[in-house]
Structure formats: structure tokens, C-alpha cells
């Protein structure tokens, strides 16, 4: 398999609305990757539509878009973001709602007077922001405001005032919980206990709110354009209004429907007004028609609302698919269940109609996963040329929908083409291609291959490397031999021995560590027992050699190191994405450098000047140069003080008493203290790596997440070159005093502990 390069993109820079549901993708990287595989103007086709924005990325750059929807919420998000509303309809929107009547008042003083609360400090009566919530209780336990007349904010214990008003609008809630769910299903059709199970998710007062705002809709005459607008705030309210939001946030993007044991319960009215912002874009237009009007060939959406498997008998005779994009879609039972709900309050119950089996499923597993992908994989076997390309993404990686999204495509006929991996917090970047209709053989998975893929990987890593790393490693093997499913088996049974079989590959081979405070195979960190002797050189484009000896490398931290100083050295002023994309294609596949690897290098070598990054001028190669010989010419002084007799031998400086080595210091202008220790041939004891004072930070971090690294430092001692320039002008120096100064300069921790990947 060719493994390609990872497509750097840029993070997406606002939240968006229901981004929590979402997949999170970089934006720039499906417009990198049309371009280099498939000609502008052509008809693309993605059969998850799961991602907007990925669709509308492509639409952008110039490419006719296929995509079938099914999810009224998602297909909504992907219109809105076709065609952006200006901000003065969401205000007159918003207006037009805030005048009508409740009763005397206009409903929105109504809708504000639910949060009404009293400052602690002031005592005037203002808008709570939030409640905050346990689990089955009838009344809120704290309250969140900003006071605009004292300026008193935080979190506070609830009034009896507070207590009072929740369970007072909770006296009326069965008539407001019957409306909401007539609005998704008929009062006799038999999914209505599954609706109002998803009902259950809204607490009393934002099921009020909606409600009201809900059955107004109608009667509020307003034009297309705001209907939209309000429809789009309605939404973000109704995301805001569910139970789903644990406090203190820990699980930012819910998967399934579960009431936090503490919760918080948002200010809805404010959650309308916020939800302006995150609608309003600047974004221009984009062709956006429905299935099966005509886009022009300058690019657009069509959108199919149906199934795929209906899409591919009408497709296949009159539109040309040139490839396939997507992001895999993953099991979300929360957001499926809470979309049909949606779907009903704002469109009503024709529009839950066809997509109201995601109310009734309750348990989305990797198995159901792998068929359903299958089916879809199948749908598209069938409907395409052979070679057709399919690059997918796959957003919040994990080892079993790895599994999933490999034995589903495989089983189906398609040919993993590559596997791009960064961490376990960026999207895997997969492309396949619509393989031969032949039968083929599914092979008998061997574990000795398993072994051995995850092996060279390791040893090209030159480092530990994450459980998802070694699983996907394993995996790329099984599929090349077409030995994710055997014939007979179902989906459930092949993840099952899948796994297994991974798992077994690294339990039971003595060559293999791991690193880990749990039991679990697939936590923490896999390593090698054995550290290669000797290492490869790095060239100077940061690519390595394998030494003489067979398969050996320098460590992938020490290989991005080298590659991201060589690069600046001859780019100066280049912007971080520039760096990314000329680091990349060096280590292709699941050797793609993190983020915060690439920012630790930089961080020690380089200073940004705007957004624009260039070695530090004590960084720039000849300065360095001309460091070394001074730091050289300072230990040969230091040496001779002390009365040791001095000389350089290879790569060591070394202060000698009777012919025997007391000292052997190793000079690094690099943190590349992994291969000072492989290289050196004296004993730790004797052996003082010299680095320069910049560079502690960064041998610490390869330190933090390489635990093999850091068990062989531990016998080292390290030296900052300012120690050394301090010593030099010390008046009395004893070999006493030398010995304690250096033990007392240690590597510093880390000034970035939060970049631990
Ligand atoms: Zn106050």
C-alpha cells in the first residue's frame, strides 16, 4: 500500500451551531485533495452526508456534489450553510417573535421572567444565565448570572424564589410535554413512547419555552426568508435546551442519550439572541437544489433526500460519479434521536416521517455500524466505474471504527488505497478505490503478519507509539490479505476476532512492551523491549537511512526535529501551514507528526514574527557552529582548571586522569539526546550530554511522551551550555564544586504540559 501523505488543514475558526454533533474537520484538506485526483466541474458524490461543511468545501472549489440526506437536521445545517441568511433577517426574526402577545405581555418579558432570579449581593431581580442540576432532582441546586447593576457573576446557591419558580412552571408540564410530542407522532402511532422518551431529555421550563415559541410559529406570518432565520435559532435553543450538557463539561460531544449527573440548564431566551452569532457568516452562496434539478458545471449541492440504495438505480444512468467524499458516519444515538424530535417541532410530523426510525433504535454498536456502511459500500460498489476513488474521513478516530469502516469498505469490494493517521484526535484520512468484481478469497487472518506490520512499524517509529496507531498497523496488513471477514461470518463476529486477534498479536510477543497505568491493551503506549543498538543518520532533509545492520531509525520526534530546523534554515518566514506541508509527505501514513511534536520544535528553535516563523538568530546554523566551538573551548578550559588532561575523541570531549576516562562530555546543538546515547560508546556514569539552554524543553517533552526515552535519560546526566559559561568564570573551582553544580541543573520540566501527544 502507498501511504500518503496526511492533508494538513486549518481548524475551523467559531464553533458552529450543533457542532457538539458534528463531525470536527479541519477545513482546506477535502479542496487540497480534489484537485490533485480529479478534474474541476466533475459530479462528486457523498452517500453520508454527515458533514457539511465538507460538502460545501468541495461545492466550493469547484466540483457538483451529490449527497443524500436523510437526517432533516443535518440537511437543514447544509442549506443554511448554502445559502447564509444576512443578519437582519435573524434580528427581524427575533423582533417579530419578541412583540407577539402572551396573554397581557409581550411573550418575550414572559419567556425572560422563567430565569428571573435575584442577585445575591444587590438583591435586584435580573436574568439568570443558567441552573445547574442533578440528576432526578425537581429543583435546580445553584444558579450562574452576571449582575448588571453590581457586577456580582459566578455560580450560586439557589433562593427559595428559585426553587419556587422551576416547580411552578413544572405543575403545567404534562400539557406541555403532550403538545410537544403530537408534534413529532400521532397520539396512537405506536413509536409514541420512544418520543416521549426522547421528551424526557427537557426539563420542564425549556420544554415550556419551546413549546410556546413552537405554536406560535404559524400565526406569526412572516416571510420565508425569516421563517428560516427563526427556524435556525429554534434550533441552536433546541440543542441548548436538552439535559445533555454535564457540568463541569468532561464529554463536550454526546454520543448517547444519558441525563450527567450534574447538568446545567441554559437561560433559553439567551441561547435565541447567542444563537444570531453563530448563524451569520459572510460566506457567499452556493448552488444549492434538490434532487433531480440541475447544477451548473461550475459547482453546487444537489441534495438526494432519500436512501442511497433508491439514489444508486436512479444515479447510475444519468450522472457520471467521478469519486466519492465523506465523512464516515458514526454512531450517535443522541444526536439521531434528538434530530427526529427536532425535525417534528420545527417542520412538524410529515417531516419526522421518513427519517422516525432513528427514534426507535436505542443501541447503536460497532457491529450495526459495520453493516450499515457495508450496505452503503455495496450501494456504491454498484453504482460506480471500476477504479473510482473514495477519500473518506474518518472524525474522532477509534480503534473499533476503524475496524468498522475497513471491514465494511473491504468486504464490499473496495481496495484500501492508503491510511493517513495523526493522532487520536484528528481524522483519519482514508482513500480506497471501487475494486474488481471478481469473488475474491478472503484469506485466513494470520497473526504472525499482524506481528510483523506492527513490528516495522514500530521500529520505523523509533518510538512507542499509541494503541491506535499499532491497531491501525495491524489492520492495513488484515486488509491487504482480504482477511477482515471470513464468508460465513456476520460483522459482529469479524470486529470481534479482529480485535482479538490484534490484541493477542502484541500480548503474546516478548518483543513488544506497554506502556500503561491500566490493564487495558488499548491504552497508553506500545514500545519495543529491545532499543535498536545503532542508529541510522538522518539525512539532512530529516528522511533516515536504514543503517547497515538492517531496519533501524532514529526516533520520529529526532527524524521532525531535523526535518522542521532543515526546512526553516532554507525557508525563513514560513508560515506554520507551509512547514506542516512540507513535513508531511516525509513521514506519509501513520508516521504523520502531531501539532504539538511540530510546536515543540518550533517553540525551541524558532520565534514567530506575525504569523510568519524563522530560526532564532542563536539558532541560525553558522551560529551554532561557531557556539560549539566556543562551548568546546570552555570545557577544554574548565578541564585543564581542574587538572584533567583534555581531548577530543569522535563526537566526545574528554578529560582524562591517568590514562582513564573520568569524563566524556557529548556536545549537542539539538535535542537529539536519543541518539547522543545510542552514539556515545562511554558508560552513562562518565558520559555529561551538553545541550544548549532552549533545547531542555524540547528533550523533556520527547522525554514526557516516550517513556522508553526517558527510562535510558535517567542515567545521564545534562548540562545547559549557560552552566557551563557560569563555571568558566567561577574563581575557585573544585572538582567537588564542579560535580555538585552540574547535579544541580536538571533537564526543566516542560513549559508546555499540555502538549502531551
Ligand atoms: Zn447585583
Redesign the pocket.
Known sequence: MDLQPYIPGLSPAEPRPLSRFIPPLEEGVISSWLPLHIPAGSWLLDPFGFSPQLVLEAARAGYRVLVTVNNPITRFLLEMAANPLPESDFKAALADLSVAKKGEERLATHLQSLYLTN?E??G?E?QAESFLWRKGEDAPYARIYT?P??D?SGEHVVAKEDINRAKRIASTDNLHRSRAFERVVQLEDEDRVYAEEAIEYYLPRPLYLLTTIINRLDSLNLTPERRRALNALILVACDAGNTLWDHPSERPRPKQLNVPGQFRERNLWIQLEHGLNLWTGTASNVVCEAWPQKIPESGGICIYEGRLKDLAHEAKKEIPIAAVIGSLPRPNQAFWTLSALWAGWLWGREAVEPYKPALRRRRYDWAWNATALNAAFTHLFELLPLGTRFFGLLSEPEPSFLTSALTASSAAGFDLQSLALRTEHDPIQLSWTRGEHLKREAKEASIDDVRESIHSHLVERGEPASYLHVHAAGLITLTESHALKQKDQEFDEALRSTQSLIQSALAGDARFVHYSTGESVDTGLWGLTTHPERLSATRFDGTSQPSAQGEVYDSLSDRVEVAVVTFLQNNPNSIYLEIEHDLYPRFPGLLTPSKAMIYSVLLSYAEKDGAAWKLRAEDVASARRNELNTITAMLEAIGTRLNYSTRRQDKNFLWEQNNAVDYAFYILASALVGRAIAETPYLPEQTIIVVPGGRAGLAAYKAQRDPALAERLKNYQLVKYRLLRTLVEVPVLTRETFEEQIASDPLEKSKSQMMMF
Open positions: 442577585c449581593k444587590c435586584q435580573i449582575c447593576h453590581c456580582d
